[in-house]
């Protein structure tokens, strides 16, 4: 939500934030630019981080909001993140995992599950985890589908699982699409015109 590389007005979004927070058939995710103002560990750090945006989640978002946000969910088949999960980062998709890792950010201490890859400043040989996974350089197709963003591009991208078949889609096209799904299937709209 607090990623600056949209123009948008954050003080606006914010406000949707916590509206959002309110649905109980809403599922917010946490995503690296959203961890980076959420706690205050310096690993959290990424690029875009403004001190204006800081003072506008301080004052916006309680913590009431911060706890309904969660690292995954599943939506039926789908394993949904922000950046999605590798074969060597799975384990992390474990309830008890998930919550230890929220709950040592919000006393200022790091999880490796937020870690990011070699690819993005990451430690060496590092696969970013569910925040910070590089669809194009780290992701590998389990069998597991999976639904991502994190990784821009001009379309929709999709990836196979050869033994088991299962595909996982990374939505971040800049906004360009939307994704509905019943948990099996699921249907691709494109927003704006080619």
Request: charged residues 25%; aromatic residues 12%; hydrophobic residues 35%.
């Amino acid at each position: 939500f607090t990623d600056s590389f949209y123009p948008y007005d954050v003080e606006e979004l914010l406000d949707r934030v916590v509206g959002y927070s309110k649905k109980e058939r809403m599922t917010l995710l946490h995503s690296n630019h959203d961890a980076h103002y959420f706690f205050t560990h310096p690993w959290f750090r990424c690029s875009g981080y403004s001190d204006n945006t800081q003072r506008l989640v301080d004052e916006k978002i309680s913590d009431t909001v911060i706890r309904k946000f969660k690292l995954y969910t599943h939506v039926g088949d789908f394993l949904v993140s922000h950046a999605g999960f590798h074969p060597t980062t799975i384990k992390y998709a474990d309830p008890v995992i998930a919550e230890e890792a929220i709950a040592e950010a919000k006393v200022g201490r790091f999880h490796p599950v937020w870690m990011p890859g070699q690819c993005v400043g990451g430690p060496p040989g590092r696969i970013g985890g569910p925040t910070w996974l590089r669809w194009n350089v780290e992701f590998e197709a389990m069998a597991q589908s999976q639904i991502v963003g994190h990784t821009q591009d001009k379309g929709v991208r999709t990836e196979a699982h050869e033994a088991s078949g299962h595909v996982s889609y990374c939505l971040d096209s800049k906004l360009r699409h939307i994704m509905w799904t019943d948990g099996h299937n699921v249907e691709i709209v494109r927003l704006d015109k080619e």
